[in-house]
């Protein structure tokens, strides 16, 4: 229900009430956006959208950074990582665990 | 789709885990309040990847399983006027009430209609003056705003038959009730990364500080979960219990501002029934006297529904993280998606459903089934 996810705004337009819209691309899918929560949004920006609403501005900055910061996580771990278990979900009839 | 597929990068999430793995020295139990969590665990099977210390239990946040059903049962009585089109977000429509759900009234000629937004029910109110439009304005505070929005330009625009049948809740005063009860295992929460897009995550901190617990604002995304349950896992490991962010993408401490205060004109706070758990004090949200020309429960005479739940549901322990879907003798058996007997079966986000759906204890259930179950 608080699923939101992020598309691309190509386009700002008001609509016949004054209320600012867009329209954002979400992975070729474009769709209808209501604006008034995001004044600073631009087209260009990812937004985060809920219910056809933007919430927020997707950082690029922040998220660039969140993420190199998982990247360079120290290795030591790695050699303790579990096997992704293929045999997931058991086969019909077979026992499961 | 950029801002999504990076953060299912399976080399990355082994990663963590093994840095989870390398840091845990005894079990803990943190809870994900929010049901899209929920389903992004079991989904991927994160709580498989990581290791036995940790347990995840699932929390009360997916608002289509604690809308009670007194307000289910009062939906439906508005939906059956001739004289109304109910709008509702589509997956409220197969909640079962106490006399079936809102599907089945549209396959009994029900003028029920599934709307991606509510702004949009202000189209078909002006499309149909002779009815009365009325949406089902559930959620949590991520959807506050869309709401609040369909209100406000309601009334700006003279839509005079636009009104909202408002079962909102929110989230700080359940963790708060999570954490006061004499079960409680929780040790630590993976925070709601969209309810703080809007409000921010000042109103955790006291929490955290009062029950010392840890809180980290986490993201949906499976790299997002894994990273929220490390800084949890650190800082438990550490003694402390701050408010973190791992999500700083979109959420910041202050919230959406503007959002904020759009809701805090059209709504305020009161106490609310949350399905299998019960009436928490503050934890919802109902329209301003000002709106109540907009205000369903005020414009339809709908008198209070009594209901009773099934009693071998348990769902209100899971929704508490005091049990898991697994526990439930009926899970899987009795208790079905198609056949749902409580909270956390009756939408995908609920932890039960979310178990059925991906079929990892089902077999299990079935197995553990005691041999006489009867209602």
Redesign the interface.
């Known amino acids: 229900?608080?699923?939101?996810?992020?598309g691309?705004l190509f386009e700002i337009t008001d609509d016949s009430?004054g209320?600012r819209m867009g329209r954002a691309n979400?992975?070729g899918v474009v769709k209808q956006v209501?604006l008034?929560?995001?004044?600073e949004a631009k087209p260009g920006d990812?937004i985060?959208v809920?219910?056809?609403?933007a919430?927020?501005?997707?950082?690029?900055e922040?998220?660039e950074?969140?993420?190199r910061l998982?990247?360079a996580?120290?290795?030591?771990?790695?050699?303790?990582?579990?096997e992704?278990?293929s045999s997931?979900?058991?086969e019909a009839g077979e026992q499961?665990? | 789709?950029?801002?999504?597929d990076?953060y299912r990068n399976?080399a990355?999430a082994?990663?963590?885990?093994?840095?989870?793995?390398?840091i845990v020295t005894r079990p803990w139990v943190l809870m994900e309040v929010?049901?899209?969590q929920t389903h992004s665990i079991v989904k991927y099977?994160i709580d498989?990847?990581l290791p036995p210390e940790i347990d995840l239990v699932h929390g009360p946040?997916?608002?289509?399983c604690v809308t009670s059903l007194e307000m289910i049962d009062k939906a439906h009585a508005i939906a059956r006027r001739p004289d109304v089109i109910f709008c509702s977000?589509g997956?409220m429509l197969r909640v079962p009430g106490s006399q079936g759900d809102l599907l089945a009234l549209k396959s009994r000629g029900a003028d029920v209609r599934v709307v991606?937004?509510?702004?949009?029910c202000l189209k078909i109110a002006r499309a149909n003056p002779a009815k009365n439009v009325v949406f089902f304005a559930?959620?949590?505070e991520?959807?506050a705003?869309?709401n609040a929005?369909a209100a406000w330009?309601a009334r700006?625009?003279g839509v005079k038959n636009f009104s909202l049948l408002v079962s909102h809740v929110l989230v700080p005063p359940s963790i708060a009730s999570i954490l006061q009860s004499p079960l409680n295992r929780v040790q630590g929460f993976i925070g709601?990364g969209?309810?703080c897009?809007?409000m921010g995550y000042r109103e955790y901190e006291p929490l955290a500080a009062r029950f010392r617990v840890p809180i980290v604002i986490t993201g949906?995304e499976p790299?997002d979960i894994l990273?929220g349950t490390l800084m949890a896992v650190r800082q438990l490991e550490a003694g402390t219990h701050l408010v973190e962010n791992?999500y700083?993408?979109?959420?910041?401490r202050d919230g959406?501002r503007?959002?904020q205060e759009?809701v805090n004109k059209v709504f305020e706070v009161c106490d609310r029934k949350w399905r299998g758990v019960g009436s928490i004090p503050k934890s919802g949200y109902k329209l301003r006297y000002e709106f109540k020309e907009h205000d369903a429960e005020r414009l339809f005479d709908v008198k209070e529904i009594d209901t009773k739940e099934p009693p071998i549901c348990i769902s209100g322990l899971i929704l508490r993280g005091v049990k898991k879907p697994k526990d439930c003798p009926a899970f899987g058996t009795l208790c079905t998606s198609e056949n749902p007997l409580g909270a956390t079966m009756v939408?995908g986000?609920g932890a039960c459903a979310a178990y059925y759906a991906?079929?990892?204890h089902l077999?299990?259930a079935r197995?553990q089934q005691p041999q006489e179950i009867t209602s």
């Not at chain 1, 008034?36 to 004044?39: F, K």
């Not at chain 2, 082994?14 to 390398?22: D, Q, S």
């Not at chain 2, 991606?116 to 949009?120: E, G, L, R, V």
């Open positions: 229900m608080c699923l939101a996810i992020p691309k009430h209320v979400f992975g209501c008034e929560y995001t004044p990812y985060l809920h219910v056809g609403f919430l927020s501005r997707v950082d690029e922040e998220a950074r969140t993420y998982l990247e996580m120290k290795q030591l771990g790695e050699l303790d990582a579990p992704i278990d997931w979900p058991p499961s665990r | 789709m950029k801002f999504l990076e399976e990355l082994l990663k963590i885990t093994g840095e989870i793995r390398r929010c049901g899209g099977g498989h990847l946040g997916c608002p289509v977000f997956d991606y937004s509510p702004i949009d559930i959620g949590f991520t959807t705003p869309a929005m330009q700006k625009q709601p969209h309810v897009t809007v949906f790299l990273q791992q700083p993408r979109v959420v910041q959406n503007v959002a759009l939408s986000e991906y079929g990892r077999e299990l197995q």
